[in-house]
């Protein structure tokens, strides 16, 4: 059983393939790269694993159970958390405040709110804290102590993109999926990202698929990358091997 397995993912919008019969594997542990060209159909994998598509035909796996068709709110609570191509934070709040509303919204949605709300103030106090002590651990760990209890809104795009990374980190997923961390940033960014991927990996324990059209960054990091074009598998390997594909070097040729 793998810790995570996509088998024949097809997403079709209209008369437009986006994803044709997609499957790989993901080990416990690994960063597993998806790479290829813009409108390839990374994002819209991103968009199937975590329930904001219903892919048109196919499977997904995590820890051995099917979780296609699922809700995202219980995708996301099985320990599957994201961040987005496009920054999805609450931008008149706080960094604190927004990795916090991240870690409720995940805690107490469902079947587990009316329990919570049942427990004694005593122990709502406990969790609380608890909350707390990890999104402030998170804090620390990303960089973001300095802009801690400034709103997001104000911050630099590289700041933001750091800020949604810990939202996503304080819901302690065990599977990560990270959508272009790097766009919009220079080379310094860019080798700033692959550090602190680096060392994501290093201190906690989380498995990290990562979609990232910027080919060397995402084969530099991985330790196994498949590579689409048009929504179809092209190559799927070592890092090495996927460096010297024909496929992938002719897809990339006519990719600005
Ligand atoms: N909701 C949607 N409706 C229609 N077409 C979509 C939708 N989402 C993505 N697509 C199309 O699917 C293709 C793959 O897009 P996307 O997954 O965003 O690519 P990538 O992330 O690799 O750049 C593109 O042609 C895109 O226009
Ligand atoms: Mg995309």
Redesign the pocket.
């Known amino acids: 059983m793998s810790f995570f397995a996509v088998d024949g993912l097809t997403m079709r ?1 209209g008369g ?1 393939t ?1 994803l044709d019969d997609v499957s790989f594997e993901v080990d416990r542990g690994m960063i597993f790269s998806i790479i ?1 060209p ?8 991103f968009n199937c694993i975590s329930g904001i598509y219903q892919p048109t035909a196919g499977k997904i796996y995590f820890e051995g159970e099917g979780i296609s068709g699922l809700a995202p709110h219980h995708i996301a609570r099985l320990g599957i958390a994201r961040t987005f ?1 496009n920054i999805e934070l609450f931008s008149t709040e706080t960094t604190i405040d927004n990795l916090m509303l991240g870690r409720h919204q995940h805690m107490h949605s469902g079947v587990w709110s009316g329990v919570a709300m049942l427990g004694r103030a005593t122990s709502a106090a406990r969790e609380e804290t608890e909350n707390r002590e990890r999104v402030q651990w998170i804090i620390e760990l990303l960089d973001l102590v300095r802009v801690r209890d400034r709103p997001v809104g104000e911050l630099p795009y590289g700041t933001q993109k750091r800020v949604e990374l810990a939202r996503a980190l304080a819901m302690e997923p065990k599977l990560l999926l990270v959508d272009e961390p790097s766009a919009g940033m220079n080379a310094d960014e860019r080798a700033e990202v692959a550090v602190r991927m680096r060392e994501l990996r290093a201190e906690l324990d989380v498995t990290i698929l990562l ?1 990232e ?1 910027h080919v060397q960054l995402a084969i530099g990091l991985a330790d196994r990358v498949l590579a ?1 074009n048009f ?1 179809k598998p092209i190559a799927q390997g070592a890092p090495e091997e996927i460096r010297q594909h024909p496929e992938v070097i002719k897809a990339y040729l006519g990719d600005g």
């Open positions: 919008f437009l986006a290829g813009n409108g390839s159909g990374k994002s819209t994998a191509q979609i059209h689409l929504g």
